[in-house]
């Protein structure tokens, strides 16, 4: 009997100190491939990047808003915080 009320007190078990992954498929459902962020959503990052590179910096901001929020859309889709 009393090994039951004593299991309450105890103290608990530890859980595994490791930072969370996005690209271990253990840690992260989401991203099953395990991919990393550099070549996670090619489509998506390849449509921000060349708008990027088509605007000048001044105008790309206003004019890629669109493409960035597709590819944030597409990295928080597979686990990553961004």
């Known amino acids: 009997m009393f090994e039951k009320i004593s299991a309450w007190w105890s103290p ?10 996005p690209s271990d498929p253990k840690m992260n459902p989401l991203n099953p491939k395990g ?7 090619p489509e ?8 990027f590179l088509r ?3 001044a105008e790309a901001e ?3 808003k669109q493409e960035l929020a597709n590819h944030i859309a597409c990295m928080r889709s597979l686990g990553f915080k961004v």
């Open 12 to 21: 608990s078990p530890v859980a595994d100190d490791k930072p969370y992954n």
């Open 35 to 41: 991919l990393k962020p550099c070549c996670a959503c």
């Open 44 to 51: 998506t990052k390849s449509a921000r990047d060349d708008c």
């Open 55 to 57: 605007y000048d910096p």
């Open 62 to 64: 206003g004019k890629c």
